[in-house]
């Protein structure tokens, strides 16, 4: 694996902050909105602003003098900021604005035209191994081999998306059709548990996601084109989180009005890429663009409504939803699937998600419900109080 994590550590991401003038404000403002970092003019920095900073990108023209002696001025102030990145233009002038950023502190350089990529990188959460001795107990685990093969498929698309290079659609076809078949045999909850002890974030999540769709697949009637393309949308559902800094993905607390926004870049990253070197099927494409919206239209990214999201999409969008439920993270414990079948079935009664493929997903962990959304809702109003 080429891709390394910025981190030092493995205990947490990194604060990464964007400082810029105003020649290269529109610059910046792109590069720290692709990455979720906050970002202030040199000339604006506020002391509190570079506390507790692990790395400082610095966007700005190291030949005007106003902005070298503001920057020196606010970067001085804080020696415990141990990665001073600064952005510089090949060129003629490469060298030169090189030995400018060294006199300002700079620990290393980055040319501006492959900033975003490279910060990219750094601050994905690809690139994290397990250590050979975790493999050998997951490649011994119920569905182990199938998993492991899944975790190669994803983690080649991530490192796909993140260099903009070609994508195998027979890899992810195979190590889908693999992940079916395991489930068919070792059942659905036995599969995701060896996902919840050997993976986390989004790596667990994604692989939950199509432990799901298959649990999902076995109950419902699908052809089998039908239920190929769940599988396979279901691994790459996500693909576009390979774009969003890994400080974002894995943040525990609440996310801010500007990371929810970076957060909600993923699918149309993901369709873009898919669109771009994937030869994927349109359903498959669709399902990967809009399996975040909602019925009642409260979804993004295009905020579409009922019919206007295509039958599949709807169905990954409820083996997404209770994937994340069922998920195990740091800082919080995973549902049981009958938690996650009475959030669903919530949703359900305020429209955001389609009543039958809930049914069936419930019905494949054990949890029976009633044939019809009126049976439910007698269910919910008397008989049988839910949560
Ligand atoms: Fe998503
Ligand atoms: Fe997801």
């Known amino acids: 694996m080429s891709v390394k994590s910025h981190n030092s550590s493995d205990d947490g991401p990194s604060r990464l902050v964007f400082v810029c003038d105003v020649d290269y404000l529109e610059h910046a403002r792109?590069?720290?909105?692709?990455?979720?970092?906050?970002?202030?003019?040199?000339?604006?920095?506020?002391?509190?602003?570079?506390?507790?900073?692990?790395?400082?990108?610095?966007?700005a023209d190291l030949r005007d003098m106003e902005s070298i002696q503001m920057l020196k001025r606010a970067l001085d102030r804080v020696p415990a900021i141990r990665e001073r990145t600064y952005l510089v233009d090949g060129g003629n002038s490469e060298r030169l604005l090189?030995?400018?950023?060294?006199?300002?502190?700079?620990?290393?350089?980055?040319?501006?035209?492959?900033?975003?990529?490279?910060?990219?990188?750094?601050?994905?959460?690809?690139?994290?191994?397990?250590s050979p001795r975790v493999t050998g107990s997951l490649r011994g685990a119920p569905g182990g081999v199938s998993i492991i093969k899944a975790e190669e498929s994803l983690e080649a698309l991530f490192e796909g998306l993140l260099g903009d290079s070609a994508m195998?659609?027979?890899?992810?076809?195979?190590?889908?059709?693999?992940?079916?078949?395991?489930?068919?045999?070792?059942?659905?909850?036995?599969?995701?548990?060896?996902?919840?002890?050997?993976?986390?974030?989004t790596f667990q999540h994604c692989l939950l996601v199509t432990g799901v769709a298959a649990g999902y697949v076995r109950g419902a009637r699908l052809s089998s084109a039908q239920a190929g393309a769940l599988m396979n949308a279901a691994l790459l559902h996500d693909i576009g989180k390979a774009a969003i800094p890994r400080q974002i993905l894995d943040k525990p607390g609440k996310l801010t009005p500007e990371e929810f926004e970076a957060i909600k870049r993923h699918p149309g990253a993901g369709y873009e890429y898919l669109r771009k070197h994937g030869k994927v099927s349109p359903v498959i494409m669709d399902?990967?663009?809009?399996?975040?919206?909602?019925?009642?239209?409260?979804?993004?990214?295009?905020?579409?409504?009922?019919?206007?999201?295509?039958?599949?999409?709807?169905?990954?969008?409820?083996?997404?939803?209770?994937?994340?439920?069922?998920?195990?993270?740091?800082?919080?414990?995973?549902?049981?699937?009958?938690?996650?079948?009475?959030?669903?079935?919530?949703?359900?009664?305020?429209?955001?998600?389609?009543?039958?493929?809930?049914?069936?997903?419930a019905a494949s962990f054990g949890i029976e419900l009633p044939a019809n959304v009126g049976g439910l809702v007698k269910q919910v109003a008397g008989v049988k109080p839910l949560g």
Not at 41 to 56: R, T
Not at 183 to 197: I, P, Y
């Open 98 to 130: 090189k030995v400018q950023a060294n006199a300002l502190g700079a620990t290393r350089h980055m040319l501006r035209r492959f900033a975003l990529a490279e910060l990219q990188r750094e601050y994905s959460f690809v690139g994290r191994r397990r």
């Open 168 to 201: 195998s659609l027979q890899g992810v076809s195979l190590a889908a059709a693999g992940v079916l078949a395991s489930v068919s045999e070792v059942g659905a909850g036995q599969w995701l548990d060896t996902v919840r002890k050997h993976h986390e974030g």
């Open 287 to 361: 399902a990967v663009h809009h399996h975040h919206e909602a019925l009642d239209g409260s979804g993004y990214p295009d905020g579409l409504k009922g019919e206007q999201i295509a039958p599949l999409t709807r169905i990954l969008t409820v083996c997404d939803v209770f994937a994340a439920l069922v998920e195990a993270r740091a800082y919080k414990t995973a549902r049981t699937p009958q938690q996650a079948v009475e959030v669903l079935i919530d949703m359900t009664l305020t429209s955001k998600v389609d009543y039958e493929p809930v049914r069936v997903l």
């Open 30 to 59: 792109e590069l720290s909105a692709r990455l979720g970092a906050p970002l202030r003019l040199i000339g604006e920095i506020a002391p509190e602003y570079l506390q507790n900073v692990d790395h400082v990108v610095v966007d």
